[in-house]
């Protein structure tokens, strides 16, 4: 295990989401958010691990799951319910506190899906922030999709490295058209602007991908196959940068 390069997908192993009113509502990772990269990556040969912050599996979403949001396509949600299954590493999640510098040093690339987990877990956790800085100081390629950018959100001792750098995620307009609309615990896309990035959206459900010099992210789950063809091709530029550095 980690003896050989690999990409690391971090989840929210969160369960629940506190609205502003108090209410508790079932959360975790988006269906669609994971199994697009995931697939799309498997399928190109690489090793794929999965991390959440404290160690415990991660949960998949329910709402993700609901033909209504997606479009009513019943099609696409048994899809993406059989595909969910069949990826054995949501039933072995890693703790990011046991992933110490040896074991990332072979990690190549960071992926952060979304759903609305990421809002309670991965934008509080001192673990995250510490991996994104690893990712930062180790030139590690990254992307986040849609309310995965609220791992941006996470601090430890210091400031994020990738303060200032131009991103997106679940934009404002959106989380207002959503049946959370007024309740949600925050709006990420203002914690982002208030927290000193430079926040692109591109139209509501459509795909959006953003991609800065440090980082790549999506703006929502429409975002995920164009963003990992973006953070593919990332990949490979970076391998060879590697390569050349060694000649």
């Known amino acids: 295990m980690f003896d050989r ?7 929210s192993s969160a369960r629940v989401l506190t609205l502003l009113d108090g209410e508790q509502v079932p ?8 199994i697009v990269p995931w697939q799309r990556l498997k399928q190109s040969g690489w ?4 991390a959440t912050p404290d160690g415990c599996l991660p949960k998949l979403d329910p709402d993700s799951l609901d033909p209504a949001n997606l479009q009513g396509d019943i ?14 590493e949501l039933y072995e999640a890693l703790s990011l506190a046991d992933l110490q510098a040896a074991q990332l040093d072979n990690m190549r690339g960071l992926f952060i899906p ?8 991965l934008a509080t956790s001192p673990e995250v922030a510490r991996l994104l800085r690893h990712c930062h100081d180790q030139h590690k390629v990254l992307s986040t999709l849609c309310h995965g950018s609220a791992a941006f959100l996470a601090a430890d001792h210091a400031p994020s490295p990738y303060t200032g750098c131009a991103l997106t995620g679940f934009s404002a307009a959106e989380e207002a058209a959503t049946a959370l609309a ?14 000193g990035f430079l926040v692109s959206v591109g139209e509501c459900w459509q795909s959006h991908v953003v991609k800065d010099a440090k980082l790549l992210s999506g703006q929502n789950p429409a975002s995920a196959t164009a963003l990992t063809e973006a953070f593919m091709e990332r990949l490979l530029l970076q391998a060879h940068k590697e390569k050349s550095n060694e000649c």
Do not use: C
């Open 5 to 11: 390069p690999y990409i690391l997908f971090l989840l």
């Open 27 to 34: 959360t975790g990772f988006w269906a669609e958010e994971l």
């Open 47 to 50: 090793t794929l691990y999965m």
């Open 75 to 88: 099609a696409k949600a048994a899809w993406l319910k059989a595909q969910s299954s069949r990826i054995p």
């Open 114 to 121: 979304g759903g609305n987990g990421p809002l309670v877990d």
């Open 182 to 195: 007024g309740r949600w615990p925050y709006t990420l896309e203002q914690r982002l602007r208030n927290a």
